[in-house]
């Protein structure tokens, strides 16, 4: 639990996948936190106040009173903030947190992009176009596949516990498994990417993550209830 006199305040809304990474993180760190859920179509002077530079984006991670916005960087905030509670997120030795971060930013930048890409493609979507996507998820997420098999361990962090790697691609899974049921398209094969796929429900087996992983159902009702250009990964969350 944060120490005393600690007040750590999230200001989010659910179906955000980097919310929901940001509370799976203070879980796992064992930290009681309040949560906030905002209505990003009016928004509250705290999260405008908060996040200026990027218009009020959710998550923020308040910390006696001081705003931390991004999700990566919110995780490894509550890493070094927090390094008393629970297990680290990240490794100790230099080397290995380098290899856990470029990893993070791979996921941002392919699986993240991917996810964006879907829900825009939702709005129409040619059979070259989703046969496209096809091939670009795969071969993310062979190359996933290979980094997990690197780990030797059920997560990526190498340990019997998740770790940042862990908490930034798992984050996603919702809204992943809610396209995933929109869009036809398979993330996970058990057949090419059997460690993704059995990672991928191990992890959401968590107590940690249970508790904060938005129901697929809810997203998918979520998505089809908004009108465009917003879908299961909102452009005002990050």
């Known amino acids: 639990m944060a120490g005393r006199g600690e007040e750590l305040k999230l200001l989010g809304m659910w179906a955000s996948p980097f919310v929901v990474r940001v509370q799976i993180a203070l879980r796992l760190k ?3 936190y309040e949560y906030v859920e905002e209505d990003l179509q009016s928004k509250s002077e705290l999260l ?6 990027h218009a009020g984006k959710v998550p923020v991670l308040i910390h006696n009173g ?24 990240l490794p100790a030795d230099p080397y290995g947190r380098a290899v856990a971060l470029f990893w993070a930013v791979f996921v941002d930048d392919t699986v993240v992009q991917l996810l964006k890409a879907r829900s ?72 090419t990417t059997p460690l993704l796929a059995a990672w991928a429900e191990l992890f959401c087996a968590l107590d940690a993550v249970e508790l904060v992983m938005p129901r697929v159902e809810r997203l998918v009702e979520y998505a089809e209830a908004m009108q465009q250009p917003r879908t299961a990964v909102s452009s ?3």
């Open 30 to 32: 064992g930290l009681s």
């Open 48 to 53: 405008l106040r908060s996040n200026p530079a």
């Open 66 to 89: 001081k705003p931390v916005c991004e999700s990566s960087v919110i995780l490894r905030y509550i890493d070094e903030a927090f390094s008393g509670s629970g297990p680290s997120l």
């Open 120 to 191: 825009q493609a939702l709005r129409g979507e040619t059979v070259e176009e989703k046969e496209e996507g096809r091939k670009k998820a795969a071969v993310a997420m062979e190359t996933l596949e290979g980094v997990l098999m690197e780990s030797k361990a059920r997560f990526f962090s190498g340990r019997d516990v998740p770790g940042y790697l862990d908490i930034m691609l798992g984050g996603l899974l919702g809204s992943m498994r809610a396209t995933e049921e929109m869009c036809g398209l398979q993330t996970f094969d058990p057949t």
């Open 236 to 238: 005002t969350t990050n």
